[in-house]
């Protein structure tokens, strides 16, 4: 899963960020709130994990300026502020489940899993299609022209954030972000490498290119033009 995670101390950040890598998610960290909300909107995240006191913003004006905008993304507090009162304000504000700090990781990851089974709402796009290629996302499946595609994990995802956002031009900069949670330059051909095999596994088995390379740009999937 791609998780955002709006924390703004950095220990507690960076223990649940390396957790939820380990555990096999993509994990965005943010320390300001108001850098979290324009995230939440903008982007396509499966979880939002976010602290209840934050600068710029706080928890409870993010969560609901996030459902007043329609993003029905589950979403769970993380916070120190324990009452009951709290946490019932919390949850109608929005929140789909609230955990008390301290916490045990163990505890959290089993959260956000629960939050991961539920049923989509009908504003989630599980099903992606550019020209004749299709996603399911649910069921990690991928056809072209009825022919069934398999990726490796990170090619899936690769291929869906190129999908969300077909016809735009991703940078290599965003695709490391996004794909890899690199918030750096690694140096390596890694973007390069992988959109080579996602190339050769969705267009050369057929006539016609979806996934093109914007020379000195980034990367781009979409039909024909």
């Known amino acids: 899963m791609r998780i955002l995670l709006i ?12 957790g939820l890598r380990e555990a096999g998610h993509v994990c965005d960290m943010l320390s300001d709130g108001q850098d979290g909300l324009f995230h939440a909107i903008r982007e396509t995240y499966d979880i939002f994990i976010i602290d209840r006191m934050l600068p710029g ?9 996030m459902r007043a905008a329609g993003v029905k993304t589950p979403a769970l507090f993380l916070t120190a ?6 946490r019932v304000e919390g949850l109608e504000a929005g929140a ?3 955990l008390v700090k301290p916490f045990a990781f163990s505890e959290l990851l089993a959260r956000v899993n629960a939050l991961a089974r539920r049923p989509p709402t009908v504003s989630e796009k599980t099903m992606l299609q550019v020209a004749d290629l299709t996603m399911d996302v649910m069921k990690r499946r991928v056809t072209r022209a009825g022919v069934e595609i398999e990726l ?21 900069t965003m695709l490391l972000e996004r794909v890899w949670d690199f918030h750096f330059d690694p ?11 996602l190339r050769g596994k969705i267009d050369k088995p057929f ?14 999937l979409h ?3």
Do not use: C
């Open 187 to 197: 140096k390596t051909s890694v973007v390069e490498t992988h959109i080579s095999r």
């Open 57 to 65: 913003l706080d928890g409870l004006s993010i969560m609901r300026s």
């Open 96 to 98: 789909d489940d609230y």
């Open 7 to 18: 924390e703004d101390d950095i220990k507690i950040g960076e223990f649940v960020s390396r």
């Open 152 to 172: 490796q994990p990170r090619e899936f995802t690769l291929l869906e954030v190129l999908a969300r956002n077909e016809g735009r031009v991703l940078t290599r």
């Open 81 to 86: 502020i324990a009452g009951i009162d709290d």
């Open 207 to 220: 006539d016609v290119p979806l996934l093109h390379t914007i020379r000195n740009t980034g990367y781009s």
């Open 223 to 225: 039909a024909p033009r």
